[in-house]
């Protein structure tokens, strides 16, 4: 054991791998979700940036006679710097409107209690204030340094374009948001599928039709409780445990290795009743089960699973003795004996009359809901001044992965956001390259050139931004998908389709996007593009 100190102002957030600690965070949900909040902020200053370029060919002849008038590089750069920090001022209060309306919501979603603390609403204020004011600076910088940029002759003579060097720009800052979009999209599948896995996977023992019931501590009851359940005819089987799997807690104990006495395994402990190992459908694969035949089972006889067998060392197990001076009676087949998140361990399972703080019952396949209510009054009889509290063993799983779920579907909602941030720029954007092009598709199809061609040289080159992204997004998120998964002993493989899902997804948006507006300016009459050429 190793033991260290530990600062109270770090005991909340800094506590996972420590144990009975009491009430504490998660410092990694945190880095994460800000993580995702910020790429969100990202994409919509670079969707800023896009279209504050992009149509800044509308406020050239501005640029120019302010210039003309004698404005300095400076005090433009300061205008439309400020009119950028004084939009996302003006969006604010909104934003916050939306945020405590939404406040509910993400409660239910983050499984915890956003407070409002009322003696930092000034901080509050202040942070508010200084994140939209840095929102804007940041998403106003590039715009308000080109504008300042631009020459009086250029703007007279109209030879403001988007081409060269602006187009490349623009171009990768739409990558950026796809790349970012098609990340989200992938590591969603991918948690979900984790998700899904642990709720199908086979943990080795019965996961459906039984029913979980809290004893609590220094229950009286038990055995009068236990034969009224096993009276009941929808009940299988019935039997009490320390904790219900998969269990959360710990009993380890050093075993010495049967081949190398100077070698310790370390042995983890599961206490329980008889029958339980039959309610549970756990397989014994060498010697038998606990037997109330057995009057030396109760204090001096241990099952042991595969992985203890293996990782002690012993050849013939049923006869040995352990260190705890109890007789191995039989092997059982390796099970989960906790979640997902870890290893199936060495396990020595023993008995107990003592800590049986919980009871399974295993019922007939479709019977829960006539089950209950007899249930219910077999508790009465025992314990009639407090309620039965039980689960199934299905919703015990389900509450056990609740955390993968949850990141799922919050990385899904990011997804959404991320991807209408980036169509909405892309739907200005288009409206502003079409408009630009006027003069380029007239002439095209004054030559012939049909309006499928126009349409498609639009899509086209869109499909590239979007493969460009897609074949971006890839290691990167390989890098933080595979990292994630690392957390689980047992996990899903990452299959090609994770991307090709993503790609499909971001090219339809984009496409459909693209279209509506190339299809509008592909059909613009020649005579009226070059009337004045």
């Not at 249930?375 to 309620?387: G, I, N, Q, T």
Request: aromatic share 10%.
């Amino acid at each position: 054991m190793h033991y260290s100190i530990q600062n109270l102002s770090d005991v909340y957030l800094k506590s996972a791998d420590i144990a009975n600690t009491g009430m504490t965070g998660n410092l990694k949900n945190i880095r994460l979700f800000s993580t995702v909040a910020l790429l969100i902020v990202l994409i919509a200053a670079i969707n800023y940036i896009i279209l504050s370029v992009a149509v800044s060919t509308g406020r050239a002849k501005e640029i120019g006679i302010r210039k003309t008038a004698g404005a300095s590089i400076r005090r433009i750069r300061n205008q439309v710097l400020s009119e950028a920090i004084l939009l996302t001022m003006l969006v604010l209060p909104l934003a916050v409107l939306f945020m405590w309306l939404a406040k509910p919501y993400a409660e239910k979603l983050f499984q915890t209690s956003l407070q409002i603390i009322r003696t930092n609403v000034g901080i509050y204020i202040s942070v508010y204030i200084l994140l939209a004011m840095v929102i804007g600076f940041a998403s106003g910088l590039y715009a308000s340094s080109y504008l300042s940029r631009l020459k009086v002759l250029d703007v007279l003579k109209q030879k403001v374009s988007f081409g060269g060097r602006r187009k490349l720009f623009r171009s990768s800052l739409i990558v950026i948001q796809l790349l970012i979009f098609c990340s989200f999209v992938s590591g969603t599948l991918i948690i979900r599928s984790q998700y899904q896995y642990a709720l199908d996977k086979d943990p080795g023992h019965i996961n459906q039709d039984i029913l979980q019931i809290n004893l609590g501590r220094g229950f009286q009851g038990y055995d009068a409780f236990l034969n009224g359940i096993r009276t009941v005819p929808d009940v299988v089987m019935a039997a009490g445990t320390m904790d219900g799997l998969p269990m959360s807690g710990w009993m380890v104990s050093m075993q010495p290795h049967f081949q190398d006495e100077e070698v310790e395994v370390k042995v983890e402990g599961y206490a329980v009743d008889y029958q339980l190992l039959e309610t549970l459908g756990i397989p014994i694969l060498e010697g038998r089960s606990f037997s109330p035949d057995y009057g030396s089972d109760l204090k001096r006889a241990s099952l042991l699973n595969e992985t203890a067998v293996r990782e002690l060392g012993i050849e013939d197990p049923v006869g040995q003795m352990l260190a705890d001076s109890t007789t191995i009676i039989g092997v059982v087949k390796d099970f989960n004996l906790h979640s997902l998140h870890t290893r199936i361990p060495p396990l020595s399972i023993s008995m107990t009359d003592k800590y049986l703080h919980h009871m399974l019952v295993r019922y007939r396949p479709g019977t829960l809901e006539s089950l209950v209510p007899k249930l219910k009054s077999e508790w009465a009889k025992v314990e009639p001044d407090r309620p039965l509290s039980y689960s199934t063993i299905e919703e015990i799983f389900e509450s056990t992965y609740a955390s993968e779920k949850n990141l799922g579907t919050i990385l899904s909602v990011a997804a959404l956001f991320a991807l209408l941030i980036a169509a909405f720029g892309l739907f200005g954007l288009t409206l502003f390259v079409a408009l630009s092009r006027t003069h380029e598709i007239g002439i095209r199809k004054v030559f012939g050139s049909s309006e499928r061609a126009i349409v498609n040289s639009f899509l086209r080159t869109n499909i590239i931004l979007v493969l460009a992204a897609e074949l971006l997004s890839i290691p990167v998120s390989l890098y933080f998908i595979t990292k994630w998964l690392n957390n689980y002993p047992y996990r899903v493989e990452i299959g090609w389709w994770v991307f090709a899902i993503a790609f499909v997804i971001a090219a339809i948006v984009v496409l459909a996007t693209v279209s509506i507006h190339s299809r509008k300016a592909s059909r613009i009459n020649p005579v009226d593009a070059l009337r004045y050429e």
